[in-house]
């Protein structure tokens, strides 16, 4: 079964970075569309950034020039480089991924994704 697995969550002051990865497991193949979602305190999940196969990349408006999304796909591990963050950047940050190439839904809405991983936490002190 596949899973997402991701890691370097943490705390770190206003202005800090992190970097986030997601390891692929079960799968042996490439996801077409991985992504980078946070948890909203009304228990819904935001969109942050998504990368597809094709390389096209797309950033929630809140975290461009900020934030890099980037995968290596030999690896199928997916990476966030979280710069200049900021308190309302700390969240519990999930990986997604999917096999399809086209649905119904836009990056930026959670049922484009079929396989999720279990959150890292991300904890930014002001």
């Known amino acids: 079964q596949a899973r997402l697995v991701e890691s370097g969550g943490g705390s770190m002051p206003t202005g800090g970075s992190l970097r986030l990865a997601c390891t692929t497991a079960?799968?042996?193949?490439?996801?077409?569309?991985m992504a980078w979602f946070r948890q909203l305190p009304e228990n819904e999940r935001e969109a942050v950034a998504s990368?597809?196969?094709?390389?096209?990349?797309d950033y929630a408006d809140s975290v461009k020039g900020r934030f890099t999304i980037s995968r290596d796909s030999a690896s199928n591990t997916l990476y966030l480089q979280m710069n200049s963050l900021k308190p309302e950047d700390a969240s519990m940050y999930y990986c997604a991924a999917d096999l399809r190439p086209d649905t119904a839904y836009n990056w930026y809405e959670t049922p484009r994704y079929k396989t999720w991983g279990q959150g890292t936490q991300v904890t930014v002190s002001s």
């Open positions: 079960g799968y042996p193949g490439t996801y077409y569309i």
């Open positions: 990368i597809d196969r094709r390389g096209n990349i």
